[in-house]
C-alpha cells in the first residue's frame, strides 16, 4: 500500500472519530466531570479535525520513512480538504440511510 493511500485511510478514519462518532464529547464531558468544570475542553489537536489530520498523516509519513515535500504537501492537501471529505461522508452516510429505509419499505419491514 502506498504511503498516500495510507494517509487517505488515515484521514477517513480522523474524521469519522472526531466529527461523527460522539468520542470528542465523551471524552471532553468525562474530563469535565473529573475536573469539577464546565469551562475545560480538550486542546487544539485531539478536537479539530484540520489539526488531527495535519500531525497524524505528518507522523504517518515520519514513521514510515517518506517524509518528502510531495507527501507533506500532499498531508497539507488533506488537512485543508477537510471539511469537503467531512461533507461527502455525511453524503454517504444520508445515502446509505435512504437506501436502508427504500429496502425495509421494499421488504415491508418495520
Known amino acids: 500500500m502506498t504511503i498516500f493511500a495510507k494517509i487517505i485511510i488515515f484521514s477517513l478514519m480522523i474524521i469519522y472519530i472526531i466529527e461523527y462518532s460522539g ?3 465523551s471524552i471532553d464531558f468525562g474530563l469535565q466531570k473529573l475536573l ?5 475542553h480538550l486542546p487544539k ?11 497524524g ?3 504517518i509519513c515520519l514513521i514510515s520513512h517518506s517524509l518528502s515535500w510531495i507527501t507533506i504537501g500532499f498531508t497539507f492537501l488533506l488537512s485543508f480538504l477537510e471539511p469537503q471529505i467531512s461533507a461527502l461522508m455525511f453524503l454517504f452516510q444520508c445515502f446509505i ?3 436502508t429505509e427504500q429496502m425495509a419499505i421494499l421488504f415491508d419491514i418495520k
Do not use: Q, T
Open 23 to 25: 468520542f470528542v464529547e
Open 36 to 40: 469539577g468544570s464546565r469551562l475545560y
Open 45 to 55: 489537536p485531539f478536537s479539530c479535525g484540520k489539526c488531527s489530520v495535519l500531525w
Open 57 to 59: 498523516g505528518l507522523f
Open 97 to 99: 440511510d435512504k437506501l
